[in-house]
């Protein structure tokens, strides 16, 4: 083989990876934490305050069984009326995202079931308010 030959087989070889690159970047999926962030990011400074509102209380602790997720509120907000939302926010596939409203029992506990949900690593972020303060928590948590 002369070294025509295998120039022209360099410049093929140089075009076919340039090939599979573009394919490559035209079918991958790339999903944002959120559609809005730009909105999100300029109402931030109301979550740096949720958060330090959070901090000031006990903490929320996120136990799993078989079957449930269990999210307990701080003790201090057992039985005072809350109302938030639970987002179960997956890093890796947005398809995977969950929502839920905060409908806590008189003891400040929550039940998700697990069938609901995809097994694999997840971000809970947890925002809530009571007739006095708003708070925002994030936990990560492996569903199994």
Known sequence: MNWGNKLILVF?????????????SVNTK??????????????????????KNANAISAVSILQDNSNLIIQLPKEQSG??????????????ADNDMKFNLQTDSSGQQLIDKKKLHKGAYQLKLSWETTKEKFYNEHDILIK
């Open 12 to 24: 093929v070889i140089f075009a076919l990876m340039i090939g599979l690159l573009v394919y490559k």
């Open 30 to 51: 790339y999903d944002l934490v959120s559609k809005d962030y730009y909105k999100d990011e300029l109402r931030y400074q109301d979550k740096i305050d949720q958060i």
């Open 80 to 93: 005072t009326a809350t109302q938030g939302e639970i987002w179960l926010y997956c890093k890796t596939d």
